[in-house]
């Protein structure tokens, strides 16, 4: 049973450029989740989603960041506009839905570079 | 989601039990205790979790005071490759408003050495 995938692995963009981060749950997994991590410091929740649904989005930026988790397909999380405070690593997750707890498996991050 | 306290850093010799303590005062009733490492820079992974009754898994087990209030992960016999951050984490079970999100703090960073 794969992990969960995330791609790329490294993107580097350009100040005002989209990045666009894919990320593949396991399988069986209808929950998804977005943290980021910035340099120095601890991991940030910033979306949890279910298939087509946003169940909480507290930690998203206001602007410039999305998500979505469509019915085929992988989840996308897509920051319009980049800006250098946007270079991170970007970690997802997905959980079962299961009724009494839920176990994040974590994939293996991207690492995002804004230049 | 209750707030936890853990130590900033602790060191442990290859071979030996590690010991991470958490404290978590104000935690209620419905929320359960999970840890979680991150080693290096990879995601983090989940170790085990508890809600009252201590637990024992392949990786690591959890003891949980009578009153709930604190707990400490144990690697029973650490090695080099447990070198990580370690995260204490509260949170509701299924059906609370937060279910979902985990809540990272600092975490403490565990060092095993030769």
């Known amino acids: 049973n794969a992990g969960v995938m995330q791609n790329p692995r490294h993107l580097v963009r350009r100040r005002g450029q989209e990045a666009r981060l894919r990320c593949s749950p396991m399988?069986?997994?209808?929950?998804v989740y977005w943290y980021r991590q910035l340099p120095e410091e601890g991991l940030k929740f910033m979306v949890y989603l279910q298939k087509e649904n946003i169940i909480d989005e507290s930690g998203m930026p206001k602007e410039r960041f999305s998500a979505e988790f469509p019915k085929e397909g992988p989840s996308i999380l897509r920051i319009q506009q980049v800006v250098r405070g946007d270079s991170a690593a970007y970690f997802c997750a997905s959980s079962p839905p299961t009724v009494s707890y839920n176990e994040q498996f974590f994939g293996p991050g991207t690492r995002l570079t804004v230049l | 989601d209750a707030k936890t306290t853990q130590p900033p850093s602790m060191d442990c010799a290859e071979g030996r039990a590690a010991n991470l303590p958490c404290n978590h005062s104000t935690i209620s009733g419905n929320e359960y205790v999970y840890w979680y490492r991150q080693i290096h820079s990879q995601g983090p992974q989940y170790i085990i979790h508890?809600?009252?009754n201590n637990e024992t898994n392949e990786m690591a087990s959890l003891i949980i005071t009578e009153d709930r209030k604190s707990s400490t992960l144990i690697l029973p016999h650490a090695t080099l490759r447990d070198t990580a951050v370690y995260y204490c984490?509260?949170?509701?079970?299924?059906?609370?408003?937060?279910?979902?999100?985990?809540?990272f703090g600092q975490g403490t960073i565990l060092t095993v050495h030769p």
């Open positions: 399988k069986g997994h209808s929950h």
């Open positions: 508890g809600l009252k």
């Open positions: 984490i509260v949170r509701v079970g299924a059906g609370g408003t937060s279910y979902g999100k985990l809540t």
